[in-house]
T-cell receptor, first 110, second 112 residues
Framework: GQNIDQPTEMTATEGAIVQINCTYQ??????LFWYQQHAGEAPTFLSY????GLEEKGRFSSFLSRSKGYSYLLLKELQMKDSASYLC???????????FGGGTRLMVKP | DAEITQSPRHKITETGRQVTLACHQT?????MFWYRQDLGHGLRLIHY???????NKGEVSDGYSVSRSNTEDLPLTLESAASSQTSVYFC???????????FGPGTRLLVL
């Protein structure tokens, strides 16, 4: 089976940096995704990591360590519109299914 | 532009009724997925398909069925709706393999 853990809620200040962690246990790892989901909307793709290291995309970066079963999403220069849930999801090669963590609700305050 | 759509966006039904939720994608993706999202559980996989006439059970498939007669559509049927199936349902698609899944706008279902 798979187990994906991420904090339930986080609060940060506009203009600051926040790091959202995700730890996972899976057999046959085949990639980790981060999605953003605003309240009442569909999840939208943010990033994908399959190899160790940091992937940077504008204000957002995602890091992966396969040996530690660990990833984080780094959001820089926070804006009010970044208030959303951030979903960590892992692909394994048993059934090619994407399994999601419970999501982290980020609240950005002025 | 290619897209993925779901209908209806909102549905209220009664316990015991059969309900079908539609999902249509115009990306010509092979893979299609149905998830439900509930507070405290995140997104959970109901059924998925890797191509026409292929269907597979996910984590929470009891009480649901799907069929894939063409590439574009994967309707989700609740055989006999139960109050426990009140949820938000998302359809998603991906080209193949371990590629990114793209989500539809969701259907909010209330079973009374």
């Amino acid at each position: 089976g798979q187990n994906i853990d991420q904090p339930t809620e986080m609060t940060a200040t506009e203009g600051a940096i926040v790091q959202i962690n995700c730890t996972y246990q899976t057999s046959g790892f085949n990639g980790l995704f981060w999605y953003q989901q605003h309240a009442g909307e569909a999840p939208t793709f943010l990033s994908y990591n399959v190899l160790d290291g940091l992937e940077e995309k504008g204000r957002f970066s995602s890091f992966l360590s396969r040996s530690k079963g660990y990833s984080y999403l780094l959001l820089k220069e926070l804006q009010m519109k970044d208030s959303a849930s951030y979903l960590c999801a892992v692909y394994n090669n048993a059934g090619n299914m994407l399994t999601f963590g419970g999501g982290t609700r980020l609240m950005v305050k002025p | 532009d290619a897209e993925i759509t779901q209908s209806p966006r909102h549905k209220i039904t009664e316990t015991g009724r059969q309900v079908t939720l539609a999902c249509h994608q115009t990306w010509n993706h092979n893979n299609m997925f149905w998830y439900r999202q509930d507070l405290g559980h995140g997104l959970r996989l109901i059924h998925y398909s890797y191509g026409v006439h292929d269907t597979n059970k996910g984590e929470v498939s009891d009480g649901y069925s799907v069929s894939r007669s063409n590439t574009e559509d994967l309707p989700l049927t609740l055989e006999s709706a139960a109050s426990s199936q009140t949820s938000v349902y998302f359809c998603a698609s991906s080209a193949q393999g371990y590629e990114t899944q793209y989500f539809g706008p969701g259907t909010r279902l209330l079973v009374l």
